[in-house]
């Protein structure tokens, strides 16, 4: 669920395909955005049907045709018809080892003895007491311990590692692999993906990203009031498809009639905006901000703080590194904005030079760990951009 989990699984997807005989890869995927992308050859989606995160981060269907118990049975029912009908060698989890609401329950334990069980983590999940107190007490640990070979954390140890903030047990941390960060920039130098309708744009502009946009409305309408109230300043707002739709009008309204800024609800891939963009003001998720840095541009993050603090941890962390500057989500006015968005600001260091991004580099050895001779018949994996 989430486009940035949609574009980190892309990604994976995409890396386990550089090698001399690319797997078949099967997506399946609790977000129907995912069909706005351009799938590789290699791989094939299943789209369940929907729910929706609450502001108190719980769960419900997006339509009002199913209850929450009978959306949970659906898409556990399809997940567990489909994984018997593919057989996988290899099941990649993404956060939640269970799926969501236990709904992996069942093909756990029909595929067990076949398929070889590996859990996918982003590098901070929450403040390690609320880890604690939610995502370990959901049997997930007993989970992993019976079911899992591995757990890949998309992340660097340096930077942040679970083992020791969560206190993970012994049984668990044994199993955790490093990949490093994703870093999706080798992808902007031409596969296939669109750029967007950007005709026009100027060289100097500042983009504003807000992930989903589900609660990045305010951030967005801040930013653009930064923008117009700044003469010679430019900017480019992507709100989301998940952003309530008056925010979206607003924003609308202030872009009518001038050229100075400009407002679109989905990107698939906005890297390419981010590698022209000269300042970029972005909620701090895990893709926005890894991308972000790794294509050198000046980054103020303003991270989400509510339900959870993952954004915060990690806008902290790349903070003490250099890479970002921040600021507090109540402190980030459309003043603050402008004066950012205004003073002379160096170029960051190389992400690369601080902190590990050969995760995709990694990705095809560690399946090929999981099971050898299958993923590249004893090739070495292909280097190079996906």
């Known amino acids: 669920m989430g486009l940035g989990h949609m574009r980190r699984n892309l990604l994976i997807s995409e890396a386990l395909g550089n090698v001399h005989t690319p797997p078949h890869v099967l997506l399946?995927?609790?977000?129907?955005?995912l069909g706005a992308f351009t799938l590789p050859s290699h791989v094939d989606a299943v789209m369940l049907p929907p729910f929706v995160k609450t502001p108190n981060s719980g769960y419900v269907p997006r339509t009002a045709f199913d209850s929450t118990e009978s959306l949970r049975s659906m898409?556990?029912?399809?997940?567990?018809?489909?994984?018997?009908?593919?057989?996988?060698?290899?099941l990649i989890s993404d956060k939640l080892p269970r799926g969501l609401m236990?709904?992996?329950?069942?093909?756990l334990e029909d595929l067990g003895g076949h398929t070889h069980f590996v859990l996918g983590l982003r590098d901070i999940l929450d403040h390690p007491?609320?880890?604690?107190?939610?995502?370990?007490?959901?049997?997930?640990?007993e989970a992993i311990c019976e079911f899992y070979e591995a757990v890949w954390v998309y992340g660097d140890p340096s930077v942040y590692d679970p083992?020791?903030?969560?206190?993970?047990?012994?049984?668990?941390?044994?199993?955790?692999?490093?990949?490093?960060?994703l870093d999706p920039?080798?992808?902007?130098?031409?596969?296939?993906?669109?750029?967007?309708?950007?005709?026009?744009?100027?060289?100097?502009?500042?983009?504003?990203?807000v992930g989903g946009g589900q609660d990045g409305g305010p951030l967005a309408?801040?930013?653009?009031?930064?923008?117009?109230?700044?003469?010679?300043?430019?900017?480019?707002?992507?709100?989301g498809p998940y952003m309530p739709a008056e925010r979206k009008v607003a924003l609308r309204s202030m872009a009518l009639g001038q050229n100075r800024l400009r407002v679109r609800e989905f990107v698939r891939h906005p890297g390419r905006l981010l590698k022209r963009a000269d300042r970029v003001v972005t909620m701090c998720g895990y893709n926005a901000l890894t991308e972000a840095v790794t294509l050198g541009v000046p980054v103020l993050g303003i991270p989400r703080i509510k339900p959870r603090i993952e954004?915060?941890?990690?806008?902290?962390?790349?903070?003490?590194?250099g890479l970002i500057h921040t600021l507090y989500p109540d402190n980030a006015t459309p003043d603050a904005i402008g004066a950012w968005l205004e003073k002379d600001v160096p170029l960051p260091p190389r992400a690369d030079q601080r902190i590990d991004f050969r995760g995709l580099d990694r990705l095809p050895e560690f399946m090929e760990d999981i099971v050898p001779g299958r993923l590249s018949n004893g090739h070495k994996p292909v280097r190079g951009a996906p």
């Open 28 to 33: 399946i995927a609790g977000a129907p955005e």
């Open 221 to 239: 309408l801040n930013f653009a009031r930064a923008v117009l109230d700044t003469p010679g300043r430019y900017g480019f707002v992507i709100t």
């Open 102 to 107: 236990g709904e992996l329950d069942l093909a």
């Open 185 to 209: 920039s080798p992808r902007l130098n031409g596969n296939g993906h669109e750029l967007p309708d950007d005709d026009g744009l100027p060289d100097r502009f500042a983009l504003c990203l």
């Open 163 to 181: 083992r020791y903030e969560y206190g993970l047990s012994h049984d668990v941390s044994s199993k955790l692999k490093f990949t490093g960060y």
């Open 129 to 141: 007491l609320a880890v604690q107190r939610d995502w370990l007490s959901d049997g997930n640990e």
């Open 311 to 321: 954004q915060l941890i990690r806008a902290r962390r790349f903070a003490d590194l």
């Open 75 to 90: 898409r556990a029912g399809i997940i567990r018809t489909t994984l018997d009908l593919f057989l996988p060698d290899v």
